[in-house]
Structure formats: C-alpha cells, structure tokens
C-alpha cells in the first residue's frame, strides 16, 4: 500500500524567507514516481514536479527546489525568498509503477503555507 | 488549449437527494479520475477510467455512488441519495496514461463543492 505523509499542516512565513515543506512516503514498490502540486485559494491543483524512484538528484527550478532522499523516504520542498503569491496549500503525492496502482496518485494531506507581507 | 473542464462548481442540496458532477477532460488524456477533497485533506480517489473502462473503482461507495465515462471522453459522478457525510468537493482530473507506469500528471478542474443539508 501506498501512503504519503505531510506533518506539518501549516506554516506561516514573512515575505522573502525561505521554507521546507516535509514530504516523506511509503511503499513497497521499486520503482514508483512522486510529485508535487500546488492548490492556489482559487482551489484548482496545479503540478509542480515529477521525480522517480531511479532519479535522486535534486531539482532547482527558479526560487523552488527540491530534495528527494530514498534512504530516509523524503521529498522535500524548499521555496526561497517566500513571496505573498507563494501563499496556498501544497501536496505530495505518490504513484507506484507497473502494478494495480500505476497511474494511481496517492495524495498527502498537505501543508497549508502563509506568506505575509 | 481548454483545461478540465467540470460542473456546476457550487451545489447545494437537501440530504436524500440526487446529485449529478460533470467533466470534460483535456482533449487526447485517455485516463479521467474523480477525487473527493474533504476539507482540510488531500484527494482521495474515487474511480479512475482508462478510455471507457472504469479500472479501479475500490473506493467508490457503490451503494449511492455511480459514474460513467461514455466514449471514453465526459464523465458523469452521480450521488443518490445524498448524505451528509458527502459534503466535500469532487475533483475530476485527467491525464495521458504513460503505458502504464505511474508516471501521469495530473490535470485537476476547479472542482465541484457539493454541500449537503
């Protein structure tokens, strides 16, 4: 069985700090694929990234980055220099590969984060 | 291009009743999901289709829940009756199905938040 935990449920920042939001995962698959979406206050989730299980190295993309550790089971999610616009709830999700569950995205329960000005 | 596309976004009904949700997914994405978002969780899966087959359905309550995927394209959820317990919103995504390895990215509508009096 596939299972995704968020610990932290909310983080509150002042603009231009930088915050790691906790990702870690079960399962007992390989080979598997874990992702990050994000849900803006209008409510629509919109992807982030995509990792798999083969790939640890970590990813930058702008003011985002991300930590993928198999040897602890995380996928952290580090946002630099916060921005007000960066204010929403974000998920971790997990796929497993090549079994009933491929294509099935398992989703953490997220982590509401809070930029203020 | 059209995202996912779902309807009505806000629906209140009396408990026992009958309620409908519809998507139409992104043009080409062979795979459709319904999820249901309770307030303050992740997504849980619903049912997720394959073209017109529904290729896990084990967490939809077959009892009062139905859906269907006619063509392979739209897709309705239906709820009768209605309970209060079923208050949350129901998210519809789809997805390119990469050969079966858990790699989909998902495209989420806006959702339908369904609220049960």
């Known amino acids: 069985a596939q299972k995704v935990t968020q610990a932290q449920t909310e983080i509150s920042v002042v603009e231009k700090e930088d915050v790691t939001l906790d990702c870690v995962y079960e399962t007992r698959d390989t080979t598997y694929y874990l992702f990050w979406y994000k849900q803006p206050p209008s409510g629509e989730l919109v992807f982030l990234i995509r990792?798999?299980?083969?790939?640890?190295q970590n990813e930058i993309s702008g003011r985002y980055s991300w930590n993928f550790q198999k040897s602890t089971s995380s996928f952290n999610f580090t946002i630099t220099a916060s921005q007000v616009v960066d204010s929403a709830v974000y998920f971790c999700a997990l796929s497993e590969a090549y079994n009933t569950n491929a294509g099935k995205s398992t989703f953490g329960d997220g982590t509401t984060l809070t930029v203020k000005p | 291009e059209a995202g996912v596309v779902q309807s009505p976004r806000y629906k209140i009904i009396e408990k026992k009743q009958p309620v409908a949700f519809w998507c139409n997914p992104i043009?080409?994405?062979?795979?459709l999901y319904w999820y249901r978002q309770n307030l303050g969780q992740g997504p849980e899966l619903l049912i997720r289709?394959?073209?017109?087959?529904?290729?896990?359905d084990s967490q939809l309550p077959k009892d009062r829940f139905s859906a269907e995927r006619l063509k392979g394209v739209d897709s309705t959820l239906k709820i009768q009756p209605a309970e209060l317990g079923d208050s949350a919103v129901y998210l519809c995504a789809s997805s390119l199905d990469v050969g079966g390895t858990g790699a989909n990215v998902l495209t989420f509508g806006a959702g339908s938040r369904l609220t049960v009096l």
């Open positions: 990792r798999n299980s083969f790939d640890e």
């Open positions: 289709y394959e073209n017109e087959e529904a290729v896990d």
């Open positions: 043009s080409g994405h062979n795979t």
